[in-house]
């Protein structure tokens, strides 16, 4: 935007002001966002001028006089919102990586004016009628893709309120305002606990396990636990468990609205396990054989425990408490496994782990991965990529930002900056796929080591990239990972599958120093271990996924303390003493911040396909490294995204259902 002023009987000065580059056309390379033109103040104006246009052409599309067919009205509907689209592909991206309290308060605003534009297409009874004209429509001419983007849409409509009447959908967008902002600032809370246990600490959460593994000091090991479990639970201002029962309330009075008597019956009605019968079944089973592993588990550890007893490092009678697990699963897993992390983290660095992911997509896959210099980024520490086919044809950009910042959320996870999809001229649109981590950091000459489960959270990171990455899908709503949430982390963990391959180990695991390839003696040490704390670390996951499915499955929150309603619950799964959920709820970002409510199962379901599918590869007499198979894999699922349903997908690709038993087997808990 330019303006002209000053105009004097003597002279005309054109004075530039800044022009929003959110709503410009980026003449950058591949049309990477020029994000060091960016500015705070640019993100809100680019908001209300996207939303602005987006309701301009879904006006356009009520008013079209023609008959309601699928180009003009679910086509049209899919390529609308483009600007919109491009703003929150930016904002919402960096907001997780590069906070402040000027981006929280931006991402508030901005968050609330989403789900206001959001209410307003989906209870749009104008718009709806020319959607279901479409549905009730023979569909015999439609394309398989076409008929599930439909199917989404309607779907869509109905589970926003279409259905409700005004002053029930007056008392929706109320409630999804409420839960907008609650369910921020619950996200910031988190953040800054993750920052003062850093603080106090010197460790970021993500570097907690190993932390704990490797200090000695028993009271200080129990510290660190108290610290790190009470994230959001100490009573200061960043305290989640009002916030907390306040969402699920809110969650609670939605899906009465909408006809369910819970938030988990609402929520699951249209993914894969359906219901939460299901899943609280399907949980359960899983509960009990990791129950039972770990108690095993608590056996070895407490042989090593003996051993400190004996020489007088620990009082008489001291038995394994949750502080203990992960520093006397080290020593067991040295003992028995004669593994030392600090043996293998020198041929885990950084930047050859990269070259591990690159290898593994171009063997199976066919990916080419090229660096790109000199192209914007949001941070100094992002690193980017083009990816590309032998005939040159573009498949996407990639980039990553692995290692942890005060700015940066906790964990890891895939986002896509743009979407895969065409355009209405039939011109391709390829991704722009970012990867976060907040692996071990660099160290004063930045060298990043990894261990052993960083290795596997990089390919399940790019597992998720691929299926974003290699996405042939023609509308952007069934695009990349838009599929349904118990079936999007199959590929992630399918991916995590060829981390410790020993062939691609021979390719990327070299000693950062020596150069040396690693040794096949350690080789074996890494595979045989990788089943082992699989009790506990199943166990912790599996009561994270039942904390979250009762807290769903709950019809009201009057008299429910959180303390009191945690405890319960754990003791009703079985829960032993000596283990915790992989999340209490003051900091369960997943189900409060990150779509994953009623869905952390979602985890363990799709490892059941992921292992299932793998075991093809297994079975292979070409091996695992069967080309022909993985093109059928990635033909099959990569580039189908939400195109078909999950399950039809599956049977296409095995001839049958997934069957539980490589799961069970893979965890080591048969």
């Given amino acids: 935007m330019k303006k002209i002023i000053l105009l004097t009987a003597t002279a005309m000065t054109l004075v530039s002001c800044h022009t929003n580059p959110l709503l410009s056309e980026w003449n950058t390379a591949y049309g990477i966002p020029p ?46 919102g483009q600007t919109l689209s491009k703003v929150c592909g930016v904002l919402f991206n960096v907001a997780e990586t590069e906070n402040s309290p000027e981006m929280e308060k931006i991402i508030e605003k901005a968050s609330l004016m989403q789900s206001t534009h959001s209410d307003d297409i989906y209870m749009n009874k104008a718009l709806y009628e020319r959607v279901a004209a479409v549905a009730a429509a023979p569909q015999s001419s439609l394309t398989r893709e076409q008929q599930m983007v439909l199917k989404k849409l309607v779907k869509g409509f109905e589970k ?20 907008s902002v609650k369910s921020n600032k619950l996200g910031n809370n988190i953040l800054a606990e993750s920052n003062a246990f850093k603080e106090t600490f010197g460790i970021s959460v993500s570097a907690y396990p190993t932390a704990m593994a490797q200090t000695q000091d028993r009271d200080l090991r129990e510290k660190m636990f108290m610290a790190y479990s009470s994230r959001g639970h100490n009573g200061n201002e960043s305290d989640n468990r009002q916030l907390a029962l306040d969402i699920i309330g809110l969650r609670i009075r939605k899906a009465k609205l909408m006809g369910y008597d819970n938030p988990a019956e609402f929520i699951l009605e249209d993914k894969m396990a359906h219901d939460p019968q299901t899943v609280d079944s399907f949980l359960s089973g899983i509960m009990e054989a990791s129950v039972r592993k770990a108690k095993e588990e608590i056996v070895d550890m407490q042989v090593e425990m003996d051993k400190d007893i004996a020489a007088g490092k620990l009082p008489e009678g001291s038995r394994i408490q949750p502080w203990d ?15 030392d992390e600090s043996l293998t983290k020198p041929y885990f660095e950084a930047g050859n782990v990269k070259k591990g992911l690159f290898i593994a997509a171009k063997t199976l896959y066919g990916v080419n991965v090229e660096p790109l210099e000199d192209v914007p980024v949001y941070n100094p520490e992002v690193e980017t990529y083009k990816l590309t086919y032998d005939d040159g044809s573009l498949i996407g950009i990639f980039t990553t930002d692995y290692f942890p910042r005060d700015s940066k959320r906790g964990g890891a996870w895939m986002n896509n900056i743009r979407d895969q999809y065409f355009d209405a001229e039939g011109n391709e649109i390829r991704p722009i796929i970012v990867n976060v981590g907040n692996f071990s950091s660099p160290d004063e000459n930045g060298v990043a080591l990894l261990t052993i489960d960083e290795v596997q959270t990089a390919f399940h990171e790019f597992g998720h990239a691929l299926h974003g990455l290699l996405s042939k899908c023609h509308y952007p709503s069934v695009s990349g990972t838009s599929v349904a949430r118990d079936f999007v982390e199959m590929f992630s963990q399918f991916n995590e599958n060829w981390a410790f391959q020993p062939e691609l180990l021979a390719q990327y695991a070299v000693h950062y120093q020596t150069g040396e390839v690693i040794p096949q003696e350690l080789v074996e040490k890494v595979i045989n271990s990788l089943k082992f704390n699989q009790g506990f670390m199943t166990t912790e996951l599996c009561a994270a996924s039942i904390l979250d499915m009762k807290w769903h499955e709950l019809t009201s929150i009057e008299g429910i303390d959180v303390d009191a309603f945690e405890e319960k619950v754990c003791e009703e799964m079985g829960l032993i003493d000596e283990i915790i959920p992989r999340y209490r709820t003051t900091y369960f970002n997943h189900i409060f911040c990150s779509g994953y409510s009623a ?10 396909l992921d292992k299932d599918a793998f075991a093809a590869f297994e079975e292979s ?19 189908k995204g939400g195109s078909e349903e999950p399950m039809t997908l599956y049977k296409s690709f095995r001839g049958r259902e997934p069957e539980s038993e490589p799961m069970l087997r893979a965890r080591g808990l048969l």
């Fill in 35 to 80: 994000f060091e033109e960016i500015a705070l103040s640019d993100y809100i104006p680019a908001m209300e001028e996207g939303i602005k246009q987006h309701d301009s052409e879904i006006a356009a599309i009520i008013a079209n006089p023609e008959a309601p067919t699928f180009e003009n009205t679910i086509a049209a509907l899919e390529l609308s």
């Fill in 160 to 179: 926003n309120g279409i259905g409700l009447d005004e002053a029930a959908q007056a008392e929706l967008r109320e409630i999804n305002a409420e839960l």
């Fill in 325 to 339: 697990w992960w520093y006397y699963a080290e020593l067991v897993r040295k003992a028995k496994y004669d593994l």
């Fill in 599 to 608: 869905g952390y199962y979602g985890y363990l379901w799709a490892e059941v």
């Fill in 621 to 639: 007499p070409a091996g695992v490294w069967d080309i022909e198979l993985a093109h059928t894999f990635k033909e099959t699922f990569l580039e």
